[in-house]
């Protein structure tokens, strides 16, 4: 397998919505090209004809029964919130200014 | 009078029925014995007195109404800090969590009360449940009763050290990789990992959502079932539990005999890499099985020194997509929200502010073994990989009733001396992954003190799933071999804190 290169860490952290400092993303690039080395091994027994298991349990859809039941109140559900205005979450800005 | 906390959890029932102590006495007991030892163990990140004194008092007023109490009522408990309680802080370890209560109680936690036990409060844990140390905690490391120099194995090891220092005789942990039978096994204490979907995962933080399993900690085997029984059972708020009845566990715990059972011992783990004082104390169980009547065989399991390389790629690939709920938005820490900065730029300064190392680490190796490109190499081979695992246990199967192992290829490591190699930290789970990775059930009970180092040594018991009760059934009658040996429990020889 290739090494991971500096720029797809830094790609990586972009993705996973992390605003590392340089240092972090210089230590974790050389762990991770340790790590992800040890881990391809999998690649060793994978053969074509292995099928992939997602879970250990043949899993289908649940579906409840269609009944009201209690929930938590609007002031409970935002209790915990960093910030709140009309009964709604309130959130930073998700649209580029023009 | 008698030292409350010395008790069993089975004898601090017996005594709140019989009305020979109060279920408050019990409480405050094991409340006092927390405030004395707590700084040096730190196993709690939050100690609800004022909750568990009103618990206690309500099993004590329920008793004086005449109703029956149940085999657990009154019985102290320290929860994982990964489970919802409402109004009680829930971290996970985290910073990103600090501070919140969650409006809602796990179902472990509702089992827990109509079970009348006493929840004493939350304990430490590795970020998420990702670790093997509780190094990884954001709130400090717990301590190793046995010696509070090392680590109390992790991510469990707030709650196996709480057991194992006396401040509750009963724990909740959770395990992924073995976080509740590692800690166990380097605490001298039992730790169970239920089948896959025997207890609901409903409020339990999720890491890796198709290997996490909640389950108990004791310091016999019977109060690790009469837990087991109190928390497992189908529930309909989690969509992987198992419509199917919870195996007898209890009376598996109460049986005394294992003659005619099969014991199978894995081959593949063992050998290099693992103590000389690991590998005698298991020789020496594995020669009492043979010596209480079972039949006792080696067996081949040739795709496990694959399993942590599988594992290491399933768990982040999950938790890179768990994860993603600590967006700022809803609850927890938001950091950078000045105005002028867009929504996604809040998230990623409020997650490298909030999230650790490890679970930084543990997003990215997800998120790459997830990416378009690498998908199949990595998280495609890593789930074939699964499928194999669990066609060497098949097989196993086939030809024994139960498999053992050591639960660690060591003893307890000392704090700080694996935190810069997370390879090498990774080691620690070596054991227990293949378990997870199947959603079988497995168990680790203490067999002895090694003689290099004089600490405690797990044995690991594998029964397929939904046969938990036979990990009862096999742990009950070695413990009292060994008891029977030793003349008393391991854990008496903890030293004094």
């Known amino acids: 397998m290739t090494s991971i290169t500096r720029a797809e860490v830094e790609h990586l952290a972009r993705l996973s919505r992390l605003a590392l400092t340089d240092d972090e993303l210089d230590h974790l690039a050389g762990q991770l090209d340790v790590i992800l080395g040890a881990v391809a091994r999998v690649s060793e027994v994978a053969d074509d004809d292995v099928p992939p298991t997602s879970h250990s349990l043949p899993l289908t859809n649940v579906f409840r029964a269609d009944e009201v039941r209690p929930s938590l109140t609007p002031e409970a559900a935002l209790a915990a919130a960093p910030a709140s205005e009309e009964q709604r979450f309130r959130v930073p800005r998700i649209l580029d200014e023009e | ?497």
């Open chain 2, 1 to 497: 009078m008698t030292d409350l906390t010395r008790l069993t959890a089975e004898e601090l029932a017996a005594v709140v029925a019989s009305g020979e102590a109060s279920a408050v006495d019990v409480t405050r007991a094991h409340l006092d014995r927390i405030s004395a030892v707590d700084e040096s163990v730190h196993a709690f990140l939050h100690v609800d007195h004022a909750g568990a004194l009103a618990a206690a008092q309500a099993v004590d007023d329920k008793r004086a109404s005449g109703a029956v109490l149940g085999p657990l009522a009154g019985v102290p408990l320290a929860l994982k800090d990964v489970l919802t309680q409402q109004g009680i802080p829930t971290t996970c370890g985290s910073r990103i969590l600090e501070g919140w209560r969650p409006p809602y109680d796990s179902t472990v936690v509702r089992k827990l009360r109509e079970a009348d036990v006493v929840i004493l409060g939350k304990t430490n844990m590795d970020e998420f449940a990702m670790g093997s140390s509780t190094e990884n905690s954001a709130y400090g490391p717990t301590r190793n009763p046995w010696d509070l120099e090392r680590i109390p194995g992790g991510s469990s090891g707030g709650s196996s050290a709480a057991v194992a220092a006396f401040e509750a005789p009963l724990a909740i942990g959770t395990d992924t990789g073995g976080s509740i039978r590692q800690p166990a096994a380097v605490t001298g204490i039992v730790g169970v990992k239920p089948t896959y979907g025997g207890v609901s995962r409903y409020g339990l933080v999720a890491f890796s959502s198709s290997l996490d399993q909640a389950g108990p900690l004791a310091r016999n085997v019977l109060d690790a079932a009469l837990l087991h029984a109190a928390i497992a059972g189908h529930d309909p708020c989690d969509s992987t539990s198992i419509d199917a009845p919870v195996p007898d566990v209890v009376a598996a715990a109460r049986s005394i005999d294992i003659r005619g059972l099969r014991v199978g011992v894995v081959r593949e783990l063992n050998g290099e890499g693992y103590d000389a004082g690991v590998r005698q104390r298991f020789s020496e169980a594995v020669e009492l099985f043979a010596s209480l009547g079972a039949e006792v065989g080696e067996v081949s399991c040739p795709h496990f020194g694959y399993a942590m390389p599988a594992y290491y790629l399933i768990a982040p690939s999950e938790a890179s997509s768990n994860l993603a709920r600590f967006d700022a938005m809803r609850y927890g820490l938001r950091v950078g929200d000045d105005g002028t900065r867009s929504a996604e730029e809040v998230m990623a300064l409020t997650r490298a502010a909030g999230f650790g190392a490890e679970v930084k680490r543990r997003i990215m190796i997800g998120t790459y073994a997830l990416s378009s490109g690498y998908y199949d190499a990595y998280y495609g081979s890593a789930q074939k990989v699964r499928t194999l695992i669990t066609r060497d246990f098949a097989a196993a199967f086939e030809t024994c009733d139960v498999l053992v192992s050591p639960t660690t290829p060591t003893t307890a490591f000392r704090i700080g001396e694996r935190t810069d190699d997370p390879l090498k930290m990774y080691l620690a789970d070596l054991d227990t992954i293949p378990s997870n990775l199947a959603g079988n059930a497995s168990m680790s009970v203490p067999v002895g003190l090694s003689p290099d180092d004089g600490l405690p040594v797990g044995l690991q018991i594998i029964a397929p799933a939904l046969a938990d009760d036979r990990l009862y059934r096999v742990a009950a009658v070695l413990e009292a071999a060994l008891n029977d040996r030793w003349g008393h429990s391991l854990i008496e020889e903890a030293p004094a804190l």
